[in-house]
């Protein structure tokens, strides 16, 4: 009786030690390409996760309201509609010339929808991986994020520039540069230029853009070269898409205080549940 009872609770604890164990986030993308492959958590090591299965994955919940929610649409062109009307308030304001101003945005999540990389991934219980991401995004099929095309060319017909600032790795292959920017193309992004990463590690986008306004390209790789501009907005889906801002500051500064108030003036962020940096972040 003794050994069959020793049994019984081991089987009914094993699940439960299972469940602690296992990772319950997700596998998108990194801050050397989209956002940082440290936080990219192993669904296959998930227990629970079943191939095929979408519902038994611990990432399900967060894409399925990225992919198939009426909120996330609402957000995006509520976001990209406030993002415009402050950037036109500024230009009249002060009165600036075509030319001489711009926006500065990311890609991933921001203008491009990767989400059924996400899906992908999900359904095979898979983790990410740089290769299977770069594959994915040099097919060029992502489409325009809610808001996106309207914004990005309500800003260059208004004659500012729109430079994209991306962490995609720009020395991963040599399909990667022409895929990106053959994708903005196809999903109808307005652009300028198109500013990439120069590697697996080079995940801080703040030397990028103080480079973009300067128009210094000698250090940076880039689709192309701009005069410099002023700046008058940045948007982006990670906190750390806006300049001299890291996750790991930025989620102890008082969430009333004076470090978020540019955000809605002059940084615009777009919300991602599926990934990033967000995700090494303790839960508490």
Not at 27 to 56: D, F, M, W, Y
Not at 162 to 170: A, E, F, H, P, S
Request: one cysteine or more.
């Amino acid at each position: 009786m003794k050994l069959k009872l020793f049994i019984t609770v081991i089987v009914s604890v094993l699940p439960l030690i299972s469940f602690a164990a296992g990772n319950n986030t997700s596998a998108p993308i990194s801050t050397s390409a989209p956002v940082s492959a440290n936080n990219r958590l192993n669904q296959a090591n998930h227990s629970s996760c079943i191939p095929g299965e979408a519902k038994s994955s611990a990432n399900y919940n967060a894409t399925k309201w990225y992919r198939n929610s009426a909120e996330r649409n609402a957000q995006y062109n509520q976001i990209f509609a406030l993002g415009l009307e402050k950037v036109s308030a500024q230009v009249k304001a002060q009165k600036l010339s075509k030319k001489s101003w711009g926006v500065i945005m990311d890609i991933d999540e921001t203008v491009l929808d990767n989400s059924q990389y996400q899906k992908q991934e999900l359904l095979a219980c898979s983790s990410y991986n740089a290769k299977t991401m770069y594959t994915f995004m040099e097919q060029a099929s992502s489409p325009a994020t809610p808001g996106a095309h309207n914004t990005t060319c309500a800003i260059q017909k208004m004659g500012g520039k729109v430079v994209l600032v991306t962490n995609r790795d720009g020395t991963f292959d040599d399909k990667i540069q022409d895929a990106t920017v053959a994708n903005l193309q196809n999903a109808g992004i307005c652009f300028d230029n198109v500013v990439f990463a120069k590697g697996a590690k080079d995940s801080d986008k703040t030397p990028r853009y103080e480079a973009v306004a300067k128009g210094d390209y000698s250090q940076i790789i880039a689709t192309g070269k701009t005069k410099p501009f002023k700046v008058l907005a940045y948007f982006g889906d990670n906190i750390q898409d806006f300049p001299n801002i890291n996750q790991k500051d930025a989620i102890k500064q008082d969430p009333y205080g004076k470090f978020y108030q540019p955000f809605g003036q002059i940084y615009f962020l777009l919300p991602n549940p599926s990934y990033g940096s967000w995700e090494g972040n303790t839960f508490n």
